[in-house]
């Protein structure tokens, strides 16, 4: 085994091999970026957890979370540390050691050893692939005792125990953010243990479940992670249960027709509207946002035809564009590929005046020439200014103006 062995690992044979690999995933941490001298660290400290994981798999973020396991003087190191580089100091668990670091958009995790050996901590663990630890002194040796570097090569996601799982039932969804992430299998087996004890995320706070989610709706494979959570019901309480959904399969049309901005914004709210109801966005402390984007998907998915919205009035149709304007993409990913080939180029062209509603005239305008104040009459013609336009029955201002007076003289344009 060689250390530029960059694309794929290979599953260690023997001690020599772990430090190879150990070295490789330590250049690709490369803590001479990490905010803080590890010379902090006591003697027989370790990196675990998902910073080892990313660094193996070659998936690592600019910013990192870093895990570190210490042998003593938890506290004390922690609150060197914190002094040293100006970081905020979290205490995460005062009877179990347990301190928060946070700096910039660095978090550092300083626990106590658990047991009286490695192998008790590593073994307290919820998976194979994030119980593998990384030697922070000498060679960087690897130690991997329950075969997770293995794991990480046929992407597969084995419990160390289901009672580990049970100890944190959040354990339980993170399994599924896995498979978002990485692509990761689960045997059937563990899928059944997921699906009955799914109950018990009852028991952990709305914020951490919701910060999993967050995370899962993100990933490239969120989609089968998605089907699977369904499938198994996973989120019984919180589950999108309704027969509306947005569905869409063909990825690589998308990445050719969106901006990686869109399609990074559209996925994600597509997901999270799949996933969970109303009611369980609300339960699980999402923004307002959040839920009122999902509302307004639920309420215009509702309405799709399967034919690009074509049983629509004129006045439905624009308030379609009016609400969805800047989330219009997510709507897009539900149509057929013809229809989001159309859609598509017209979202693209901001000159378009459905797709992008304006009104020819703004307020200001019309406040000056038609006399009239704020209040909702003015409301009433701008939108009915920006209908016209939007439907190609205004060209130009005089055009606009005209109607406006002629609105204004009705008093009540709409009634």
Same mark, same amino acid.
């Given at each position: 085994m060689s250390i530029n062995q960059i694309e794929k690992i290979d599953t260690p044979k023997n001690s020599n091999d772990l430090i190879i690999l150990g070295k490789l995933a330590w250049e690709r941490l490369n803590p001479s970026n990490w905010p803080f001298d590890i010379k902090k660290l006591p003697s027989g400290s370790f990196l675990v957890g998902g910073s080892v994981r990313d660094a193996l798999l070659n998936e690592l973020d600019k910013k990192l979370d870093l895990d570190?396991? %210490? $042998?003593l003087l938890t506290y004390e190191t922690a609150k060197e540390i914190s002094e040293d580089i100006a970081a905020k100091l979290i205490i995460l668990d005062e009877d179990r050691c347990i301190f928060r670091l946070v700096i910039s958009s660095w978090t550092i995790d300083i626990a106590r050893q658990i047991g009286t050996s490695l192998f008790d901590d590593l073994n307290r663990r919820d998976f194979s692939i994030n119980s593998i630890a990384l030697k922070i002194e000498g060679d960087h040796q690897l130690v991997d005792l329950f075969n997770g570097i293995r794991d990480l090569n046929? /992407? &597969?996601?084995? $419990? %160390?125990? /289901? *009672? *580990?799982l049970i100890d944190d039932p959040l354990r339980i969804l993170r399994c599924f953010r896995f498979i978002s992430e990485y692509n990761f299998t689960i045997d059937q087996d563990t899928q059944n243990f997921c699906k009955n004890k799914s109950f018990l995320l009852t028991e952990i706070s709305p914020e951490r479940i919701n910060y999993e989610i967050k995370k899962l709706i993100c990933g490239k494979y969120a989609e089968n992670s998605i089907k699977l959570i369904h499938k198994l019901n996973i989120l019984q309480p919180w589950i999108n249960k309704s027969k509306v959904f947005i569905n869409y399969c063909d990825q690589n &049309? =998308? *990445?050719?027709? =969106?901006?990686? @901005? @869109? =399609? =990074? *914004?559209a996925l994600p709210y597509a997901r999270l509207f799949n996933l969970l109801s109303t009611e369980g966005l609300k339960n699980l402390k999402f923004s307002k946002k959040e839920i009122k984007i999902c509302e307004l998907l639920r309420k215009w998915q509702s309405r799709n035809n399967g034919s690009s919205f074509s049983n629509l009035t004129e006045n439905e149709l624009f308030q379609l564009h009016e609400e969805m304007e800047n989330f219009l993409p997510i709507i897009i990913l539900g149509l057929a590929k013809k229809d989001q080939e159309i859609w598509m180029r017209r979202w693209n062209d901001l000159q378009d005046p459905l797709f992008h509603p304006s009104s020819p005239l703004d307020g200001n305008y019309l406040k000056k020439h038609l006399r009239i104040s704020d209040g909702p009459s003015l409301g009433m013609i701008i939108k009915r200014l920006k209908i016209e336009k939007a439907f190609g029955r205004l060209q130009n201002k005089y055009q606009a103006l005209d109607l406006a007076q002629k609105l204004w003289k009705q008093k009540q344009p709409f009634l």
């Open positions: 570190f396991v %210490i $042998p046929n /992407k &597969y996601l084995r $419990p %160390i125990s /289901k *009672n *580990n &049309y =998308l *990445n050719r027709s =969106l901006f990686e @901005e @869109e =399609l =990074l *914004n």
